[in-house]
């Protein structure tokens, strides 16, 4: 029992080694009479997840990749927590009987299984992990549903619409407005985008990410990726959801109503309370986030995008209204393209190009089951790889 009465929240997390995992582990030391770990699950650093181990003591701790496990199974001796390995484990920790909620962080196509067997389960899905909803949208609610499950979004702009939706009625949502901050090139010179290297669009101006999500947020795939994200949680069309630039990264995200107003959430651009909120909701917790103080906070400013400076933002639209297996083919391949760029085998204008080019030739088809939608993602990274060996794109 917390201090409170209620009964403790048991979080599992799968890609606790990453921004997301570690900045929930974080929260829950700083809120351990209200959160317990139960289970952990990471990609391939093992090392840091048995510190997480010996620090946190879940029952369960999987690693994907099983090469370096010496520590972890130190940890595991030590601590008595059960160890898992590969693909199986963790999908154990995605469905482990004794969590109440899971967070899903893993990042890219490799969180899709584990998540939807999170929401196969019944569990609250503490949704970080915005790429299984860009790739299976409509499978994901139809599990979610069948199975009893809830998605909470961690994503700081779908926090805030959810924040605002709260005691509203959905049928009242005129517009859905994601604020974007534009990323570390929003006043580049276009023509100085061919140079930009991976350390500069790592360097993101408002948030402190992990580095898919920092290049995403650069060419602005990222809000391409939310706006689809924001379609499956909210139910609007396309048309109803839009993007503006917000430098200050303040207000986290909008909503308009029938009648004309506007509500927005407002707060640090911490990523741990938007975490806070998913992991605990509908209750509102104190936790370690700093408090928000528009008095010493820059004047906020609301910009429209630039189309020439973001291309990627386009796409995601044009490959959500393709429909069917499009959205698939987009995530893998702004998946490959931003490994390339990071590997420095693409510039940075080559992701969007890449992205456009798969997208050009693939014939979007029907995906109702989750091996439709794995084969679609390997069928449109092979696509990209043969594009990106042409060398068509330096
Ligand atoms: N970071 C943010 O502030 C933020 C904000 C909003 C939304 N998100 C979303 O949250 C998700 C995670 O982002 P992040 O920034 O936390 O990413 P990250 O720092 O790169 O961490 C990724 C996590 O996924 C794990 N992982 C990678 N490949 C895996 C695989 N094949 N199998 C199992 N686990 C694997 C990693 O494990 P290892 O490191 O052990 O290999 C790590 O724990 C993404 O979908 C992102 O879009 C992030």
Redesign the pocket.
């Known amino acids: 029992m917390t201090k409170g009465g209620g009964r403790k929240r048991r979080i599992a997390i ?8 570690v900045q929930a582990l974080d929260l829950a030391a700083h809120l351990e009479e209200r959160f317990e770990i139960v289970a952990l ?5 093992a090392d ?2 048995a510190r997480q181990v010996l620090r946190h003591r879940p029952r369960l701790a999987a ?3 099983p090469s370096g496990r010496a520590a972890l199974e130190a940890a595991g001796r030590e601590t008595g927590c059960a160890l898992a390995f590969g693909e199986e484990g ?1 999908l154990a920790v995605a469905g482990h009987p004794d969590a109440d909620v899971v967070l899903a ?4 196509a ?2 899709l299984r ?1 998540t939807w067997h999170a929401l196969k389960s019944g569990r609250i899905v503490a949704l ?4 299984s909803l860009v790739m299976a949208g409509a499978l994901m609610r139809e599990t979610a549903a069948a199975h009893g499950a809830a998605i909470v979004p ?3 702009e779908h926090s805030a619409v959810h924040q605002c939706l709260r005691g509203e009625r959905v049928e009242e949502v005129e517009r859905i407005l994601l604020t974007a901050s534009g990323g570390p090139f929003r006043t580049r010179p276009l023509q100085s985008l061919a140079a930009a290297t991976p350390e500069e669009a790592l360097r993101h101006p408002v ?7 920092s290049v ?1 947020s650069a060419t602005l795939m ?1 809000k391409g ?1 939310e706006v689809i994200e924001a379609h499956w949680l909210f139910g609007l069309p396309l048309d109803r959801i839009e993007v503006v630039i917000h430098p200050q990264g303040i207000v986290h995200s909008m909503v308009e109503m029938a009648d004309g107003s506007v509500l927005a959430q407002m707060g640090t651009a911490d ?1 741990r309370g938007p975490i806070q909120y998913a992991l605990g909701a509908p209750e509102r917790l104190r936790g370690p986030v700093p408090r928000l103080d528009l008095r010493s906070s820059p004047p906020l400013e609301f910009l429209p995008v630039e189309p020439a400076r973001y291309p990627c933002l386009a796409l995601a639209y044009a490959a959500f209204r393709a429909g069917g297996s499009a959205p698939v083919a987009l995530n893998a391949a702004n998946e490959i393209a931003v490994e390339a760029f990071l590997g420095g085998r693409l510039p940075f204008p080559g992701i969007a190009r890449l992205v456009e080019e798969v997208l050009g030739r693939h014939r979007a088809a029907a995906v109702p089951a989750l091996d439709d939608v794995l084969e679609c993602d390997r069928s449109a990274r092979r696509a990209a790889e043969e594009i990106l060996a042409m060398k068509v794109l330096a």
């Open positions: 799968l890609g606790s080694t990453g921004s997301i995992g699950a990471a990609g391939s650093n840091l997840l690693v994907a990749d963790l962080a893993i990042v890219g490799a969180g584990p970080a992990n915005k790429e961690v994503d700081s948030w402190d990410m992990g580095r898919k999500i995403d990222n990726l990523m």
